[in-house]
């Protein structure tokens, strides 16, 4: 496990260097004069452009440059905003709405997906199943460009039932209707495999037995069944978490949710570059960690798999 | 129906219009190629007679929008803002008081254009390096699986807003080709991957090694005997990456930094009819089934192909 655990943070810290070396490449090499961007219309005396290209380092070659912006990466500086606002303070305020979003679609895909698919794996072939797998691929197709806007304009402009918008301090009840959005797609894909892994699981020789040596069903279910077929839905869910990330964008953008996505929006409308690429990276870690945290997860819930 | 069953029927089962097989069980007469066999499958399958004409339907809108609507999606009146249907706009109009039905119809060459041009690209670019990597091995493999690392390392969304404002700087016209440039990067992973594992399985069966005993080059193997055995699950990608391409550029476009105006393109048009959904309705309701609509029929044709191809995923 502990060879196993290393081997995946060295894997990890090259995929890191690689990404944020693209990033950094693109976002901030060959710029034109980004001291002039900054300064609009008006000239930068030669004072001032020395010391500010002392300041941002824009003299040294590019490598040197890069170890400067990782170095402020790894130690929490990420820079200023053009507006001149601490990234770190941006994100210190945004990261809270998001992860409430987040949790919440979380809970709402597992809630939904994990039980529709039990009963899904277990009734196969029934009318449920079969509406729930229609409905599951109708989903999986609907763009999230589409289902937050549809999703504000039935439930809350038509019906009224939840607030059209969440507002600068969204309470739990203004985060429900955009984490059912954000959590759409994930809840198809968690039904889809739950039910099949229900399925298979169902026919296994262990439940045979389980049922043989006279368990009650709820028992069989619970215990043996859902416990087997959970093991790749929490992969999936890891990887799943990429599509959270580029869903939360665009929903906290429509439902006006002051996270870390919709500031991301606003960075790439204003061309925020620093704020663009220090959000951007910090998602890339959070997205590399979690998905490093939910493998190890896997081995933990199931004993069967040995990591050498 | 449990898989042996299944197996049961699609081997033995007496299909329509066939010389049902003797008695004992011995296998029809006529022998169908795998392609025929997937073709059988194919055309009894209601989902991707669906799949195939919307299809249809959107490349006839790209190719021929004049044929379902003849206003021009350009000729805008602010006078006319959110007003009802009439005449030829048969859909009413927008915020900006252009035809919506038309905006819609135009809208469907941008994403069909997008989704053409970038599954070939990722399709040449994940062919190419996915067939090398399996085929050679070594430390190309290992090098091409590294870099396929790190560019699955990135979610899809974040490094194409990276990229696109990157392009942004340097671009000029609607954008068309710098969100194809965008796609192209950063898709072909998925191709590659499955080209890789293919031709990987297909690269130690035995005609593999016949070929090469009676001296056929590297080129001539892959060519002639690797790639048509590797190529059924690398279409099956491509067409449900074009869904997935088509939806990208609308979400591109609806963050404002895909397709610009003057372009048409569902994602911009969801985008403004989003921000007045309060006032009208209609200006989003239309783009968003239409989007909704091909990437659905990309993915379910996807499906229906991989389906025939491979009968083990037939439930």
Redesign the interface.
Known sequence: MARYIIRRLL?MV???I??TF??YA??FANQNDPLQALAGDRPVSDNVRQVLTEQYHLDDPFLVQYAYYMKGLLTGDLGRTLTGRPIGDVMADAWPNTIKLALLALFFAALFGIGAGLVAGLRRGTVFDNTTLALT??V???????L???A??VFG?KLGWFPTTAGARPDLYGLILPALVLGAASTATILRLTRTSVAENVRADYVRTARAKGLAVRRVVSVHVLRNSLIPVITLIGVD???L??GA??TE??FNIPGVGSK??LG??T?D?PL??GF?SV??IV??VTNLLVDLLYAVLDPRIRYE | MSDLEMAATTELGARPGEVPPAAGGTPPPKTRSLAGDAWYDLRRNWIFWVAAALVVLVVLMAVAPGLFSSADPTACNTRRQYAGPSGGAILGYDFQGCDVFSRTVHGARASVLVGLFAVLLTGVIGLVFGMLAGYFGGWLDALLSRVIDVVLGIPLLLAAIVLSKRLAADRSGSGIVSVVIVLGILGWTTAARVMRSSVLAARSQDYVAAARMLGAGPLRIMWRHILPNALAPFIVVLTIALGTFIATEATLSFLNIGLRPPAISWGIDIATAGKHVREAAMPLIAPSLFLTLTVLAFIMLGDAIRDAFDPKLRR
Do not use: D, R, Y
């Open positions: 894997q090259v995929t890191f690689g990404t693209v990033v693109l976002m691929l109708v999986v197709g609907l763009p999230i460009i589409v937050a806007p549809i504000q304009l402009v978490l990429g599509n990330m580029a964008i665009v953008g429509v991301l929006l790439i409308q061309e570059g663009v690429v951007v998602l890339v997205f590399l």
